[in-house]
């Protein structure tokens, strides 16, 4: 099971089904901020649909295909981040993340995230991570960007968000930059 403890107040641990009702809540309770960039939320009415996303999420690490973690900060569950799928074999994968509303602007992601990145480098040996994230959505685009990623172009239409299309900006990370861009 994935621990990984950012500091003393934050930590990342993979979702099993006891997290459920507390994903849940925290899902519902954040649903009107979220939905704006995250169709699932629509799809989640009911702690069944969260017990679901959790036994998909755990098939997924049985797989060796990625994992998605709950960010605990205090004792609570804030928000989520995940490995969307690993590509074994171009030894790369991406990652997606959401908060809830109370967690906003106390650094939580971009610690998870630098975690989760140096994870997928250094312990899975990965030579790429790459992050998405629609144009308008400039708090999940500022993560990538505090982390140095390279903005490697737009993908046009990329997502169907309830009734319209929007684009991709795409951020990229290569194993061999890693470390050294995190010092500047």
Request: charged share 25%; hydrophobic share 40%.
């Amino acid at each position: 099971m994935f621990t990984y403890h950012i500091d003393g107040k934050t930590k990342l641990k993979m979702l099993d089904l006891r997290d459920t009702e507390h994903l849940f809540g925290l899902t519902i309770h954040s649903s009107e901020t979220l939905r704006e960039w995250l169709p699932f939320i629509d799809y989640t009415r009911s702690i069944a649909d969260t017990q679901g996303f959790i036994q998909s999420t755990m098939k997924q690490f049985s797989e060796n295909n990625g994992f998605q973690a709950g960010i605990w900060y205090e004792d609570k569950i804030a928000g989520v981040i995940g490995f969307h799928q690993i590509n074994w074999s171009n030894k790369s994968t991406s990652i997606g993340y959401w908060l809830g509303n109370d967690y906003v602007g106390l650094g939580l992601m971009t610690k998870s995230v630098k975690a989760f990145v140096d994870y997928a480098i250094n312990d899975l040996k990965l030579n790429r991570v790459e992050i998405r994230a629609a144009v308008e959505n400039k708090k999940s685009r500022a993560i990538p960007e505090r982390l140095n990623f390279t903005e490697e172009g737009c993908v046009r239409e990329a997502e169907w968000l309830y009734d319209h299309y929007v684009d991709h900006v795409v951020y990229g990370m290569l194993a061999s930059e890693w470390n050294n861009k995190l010092d500047k």
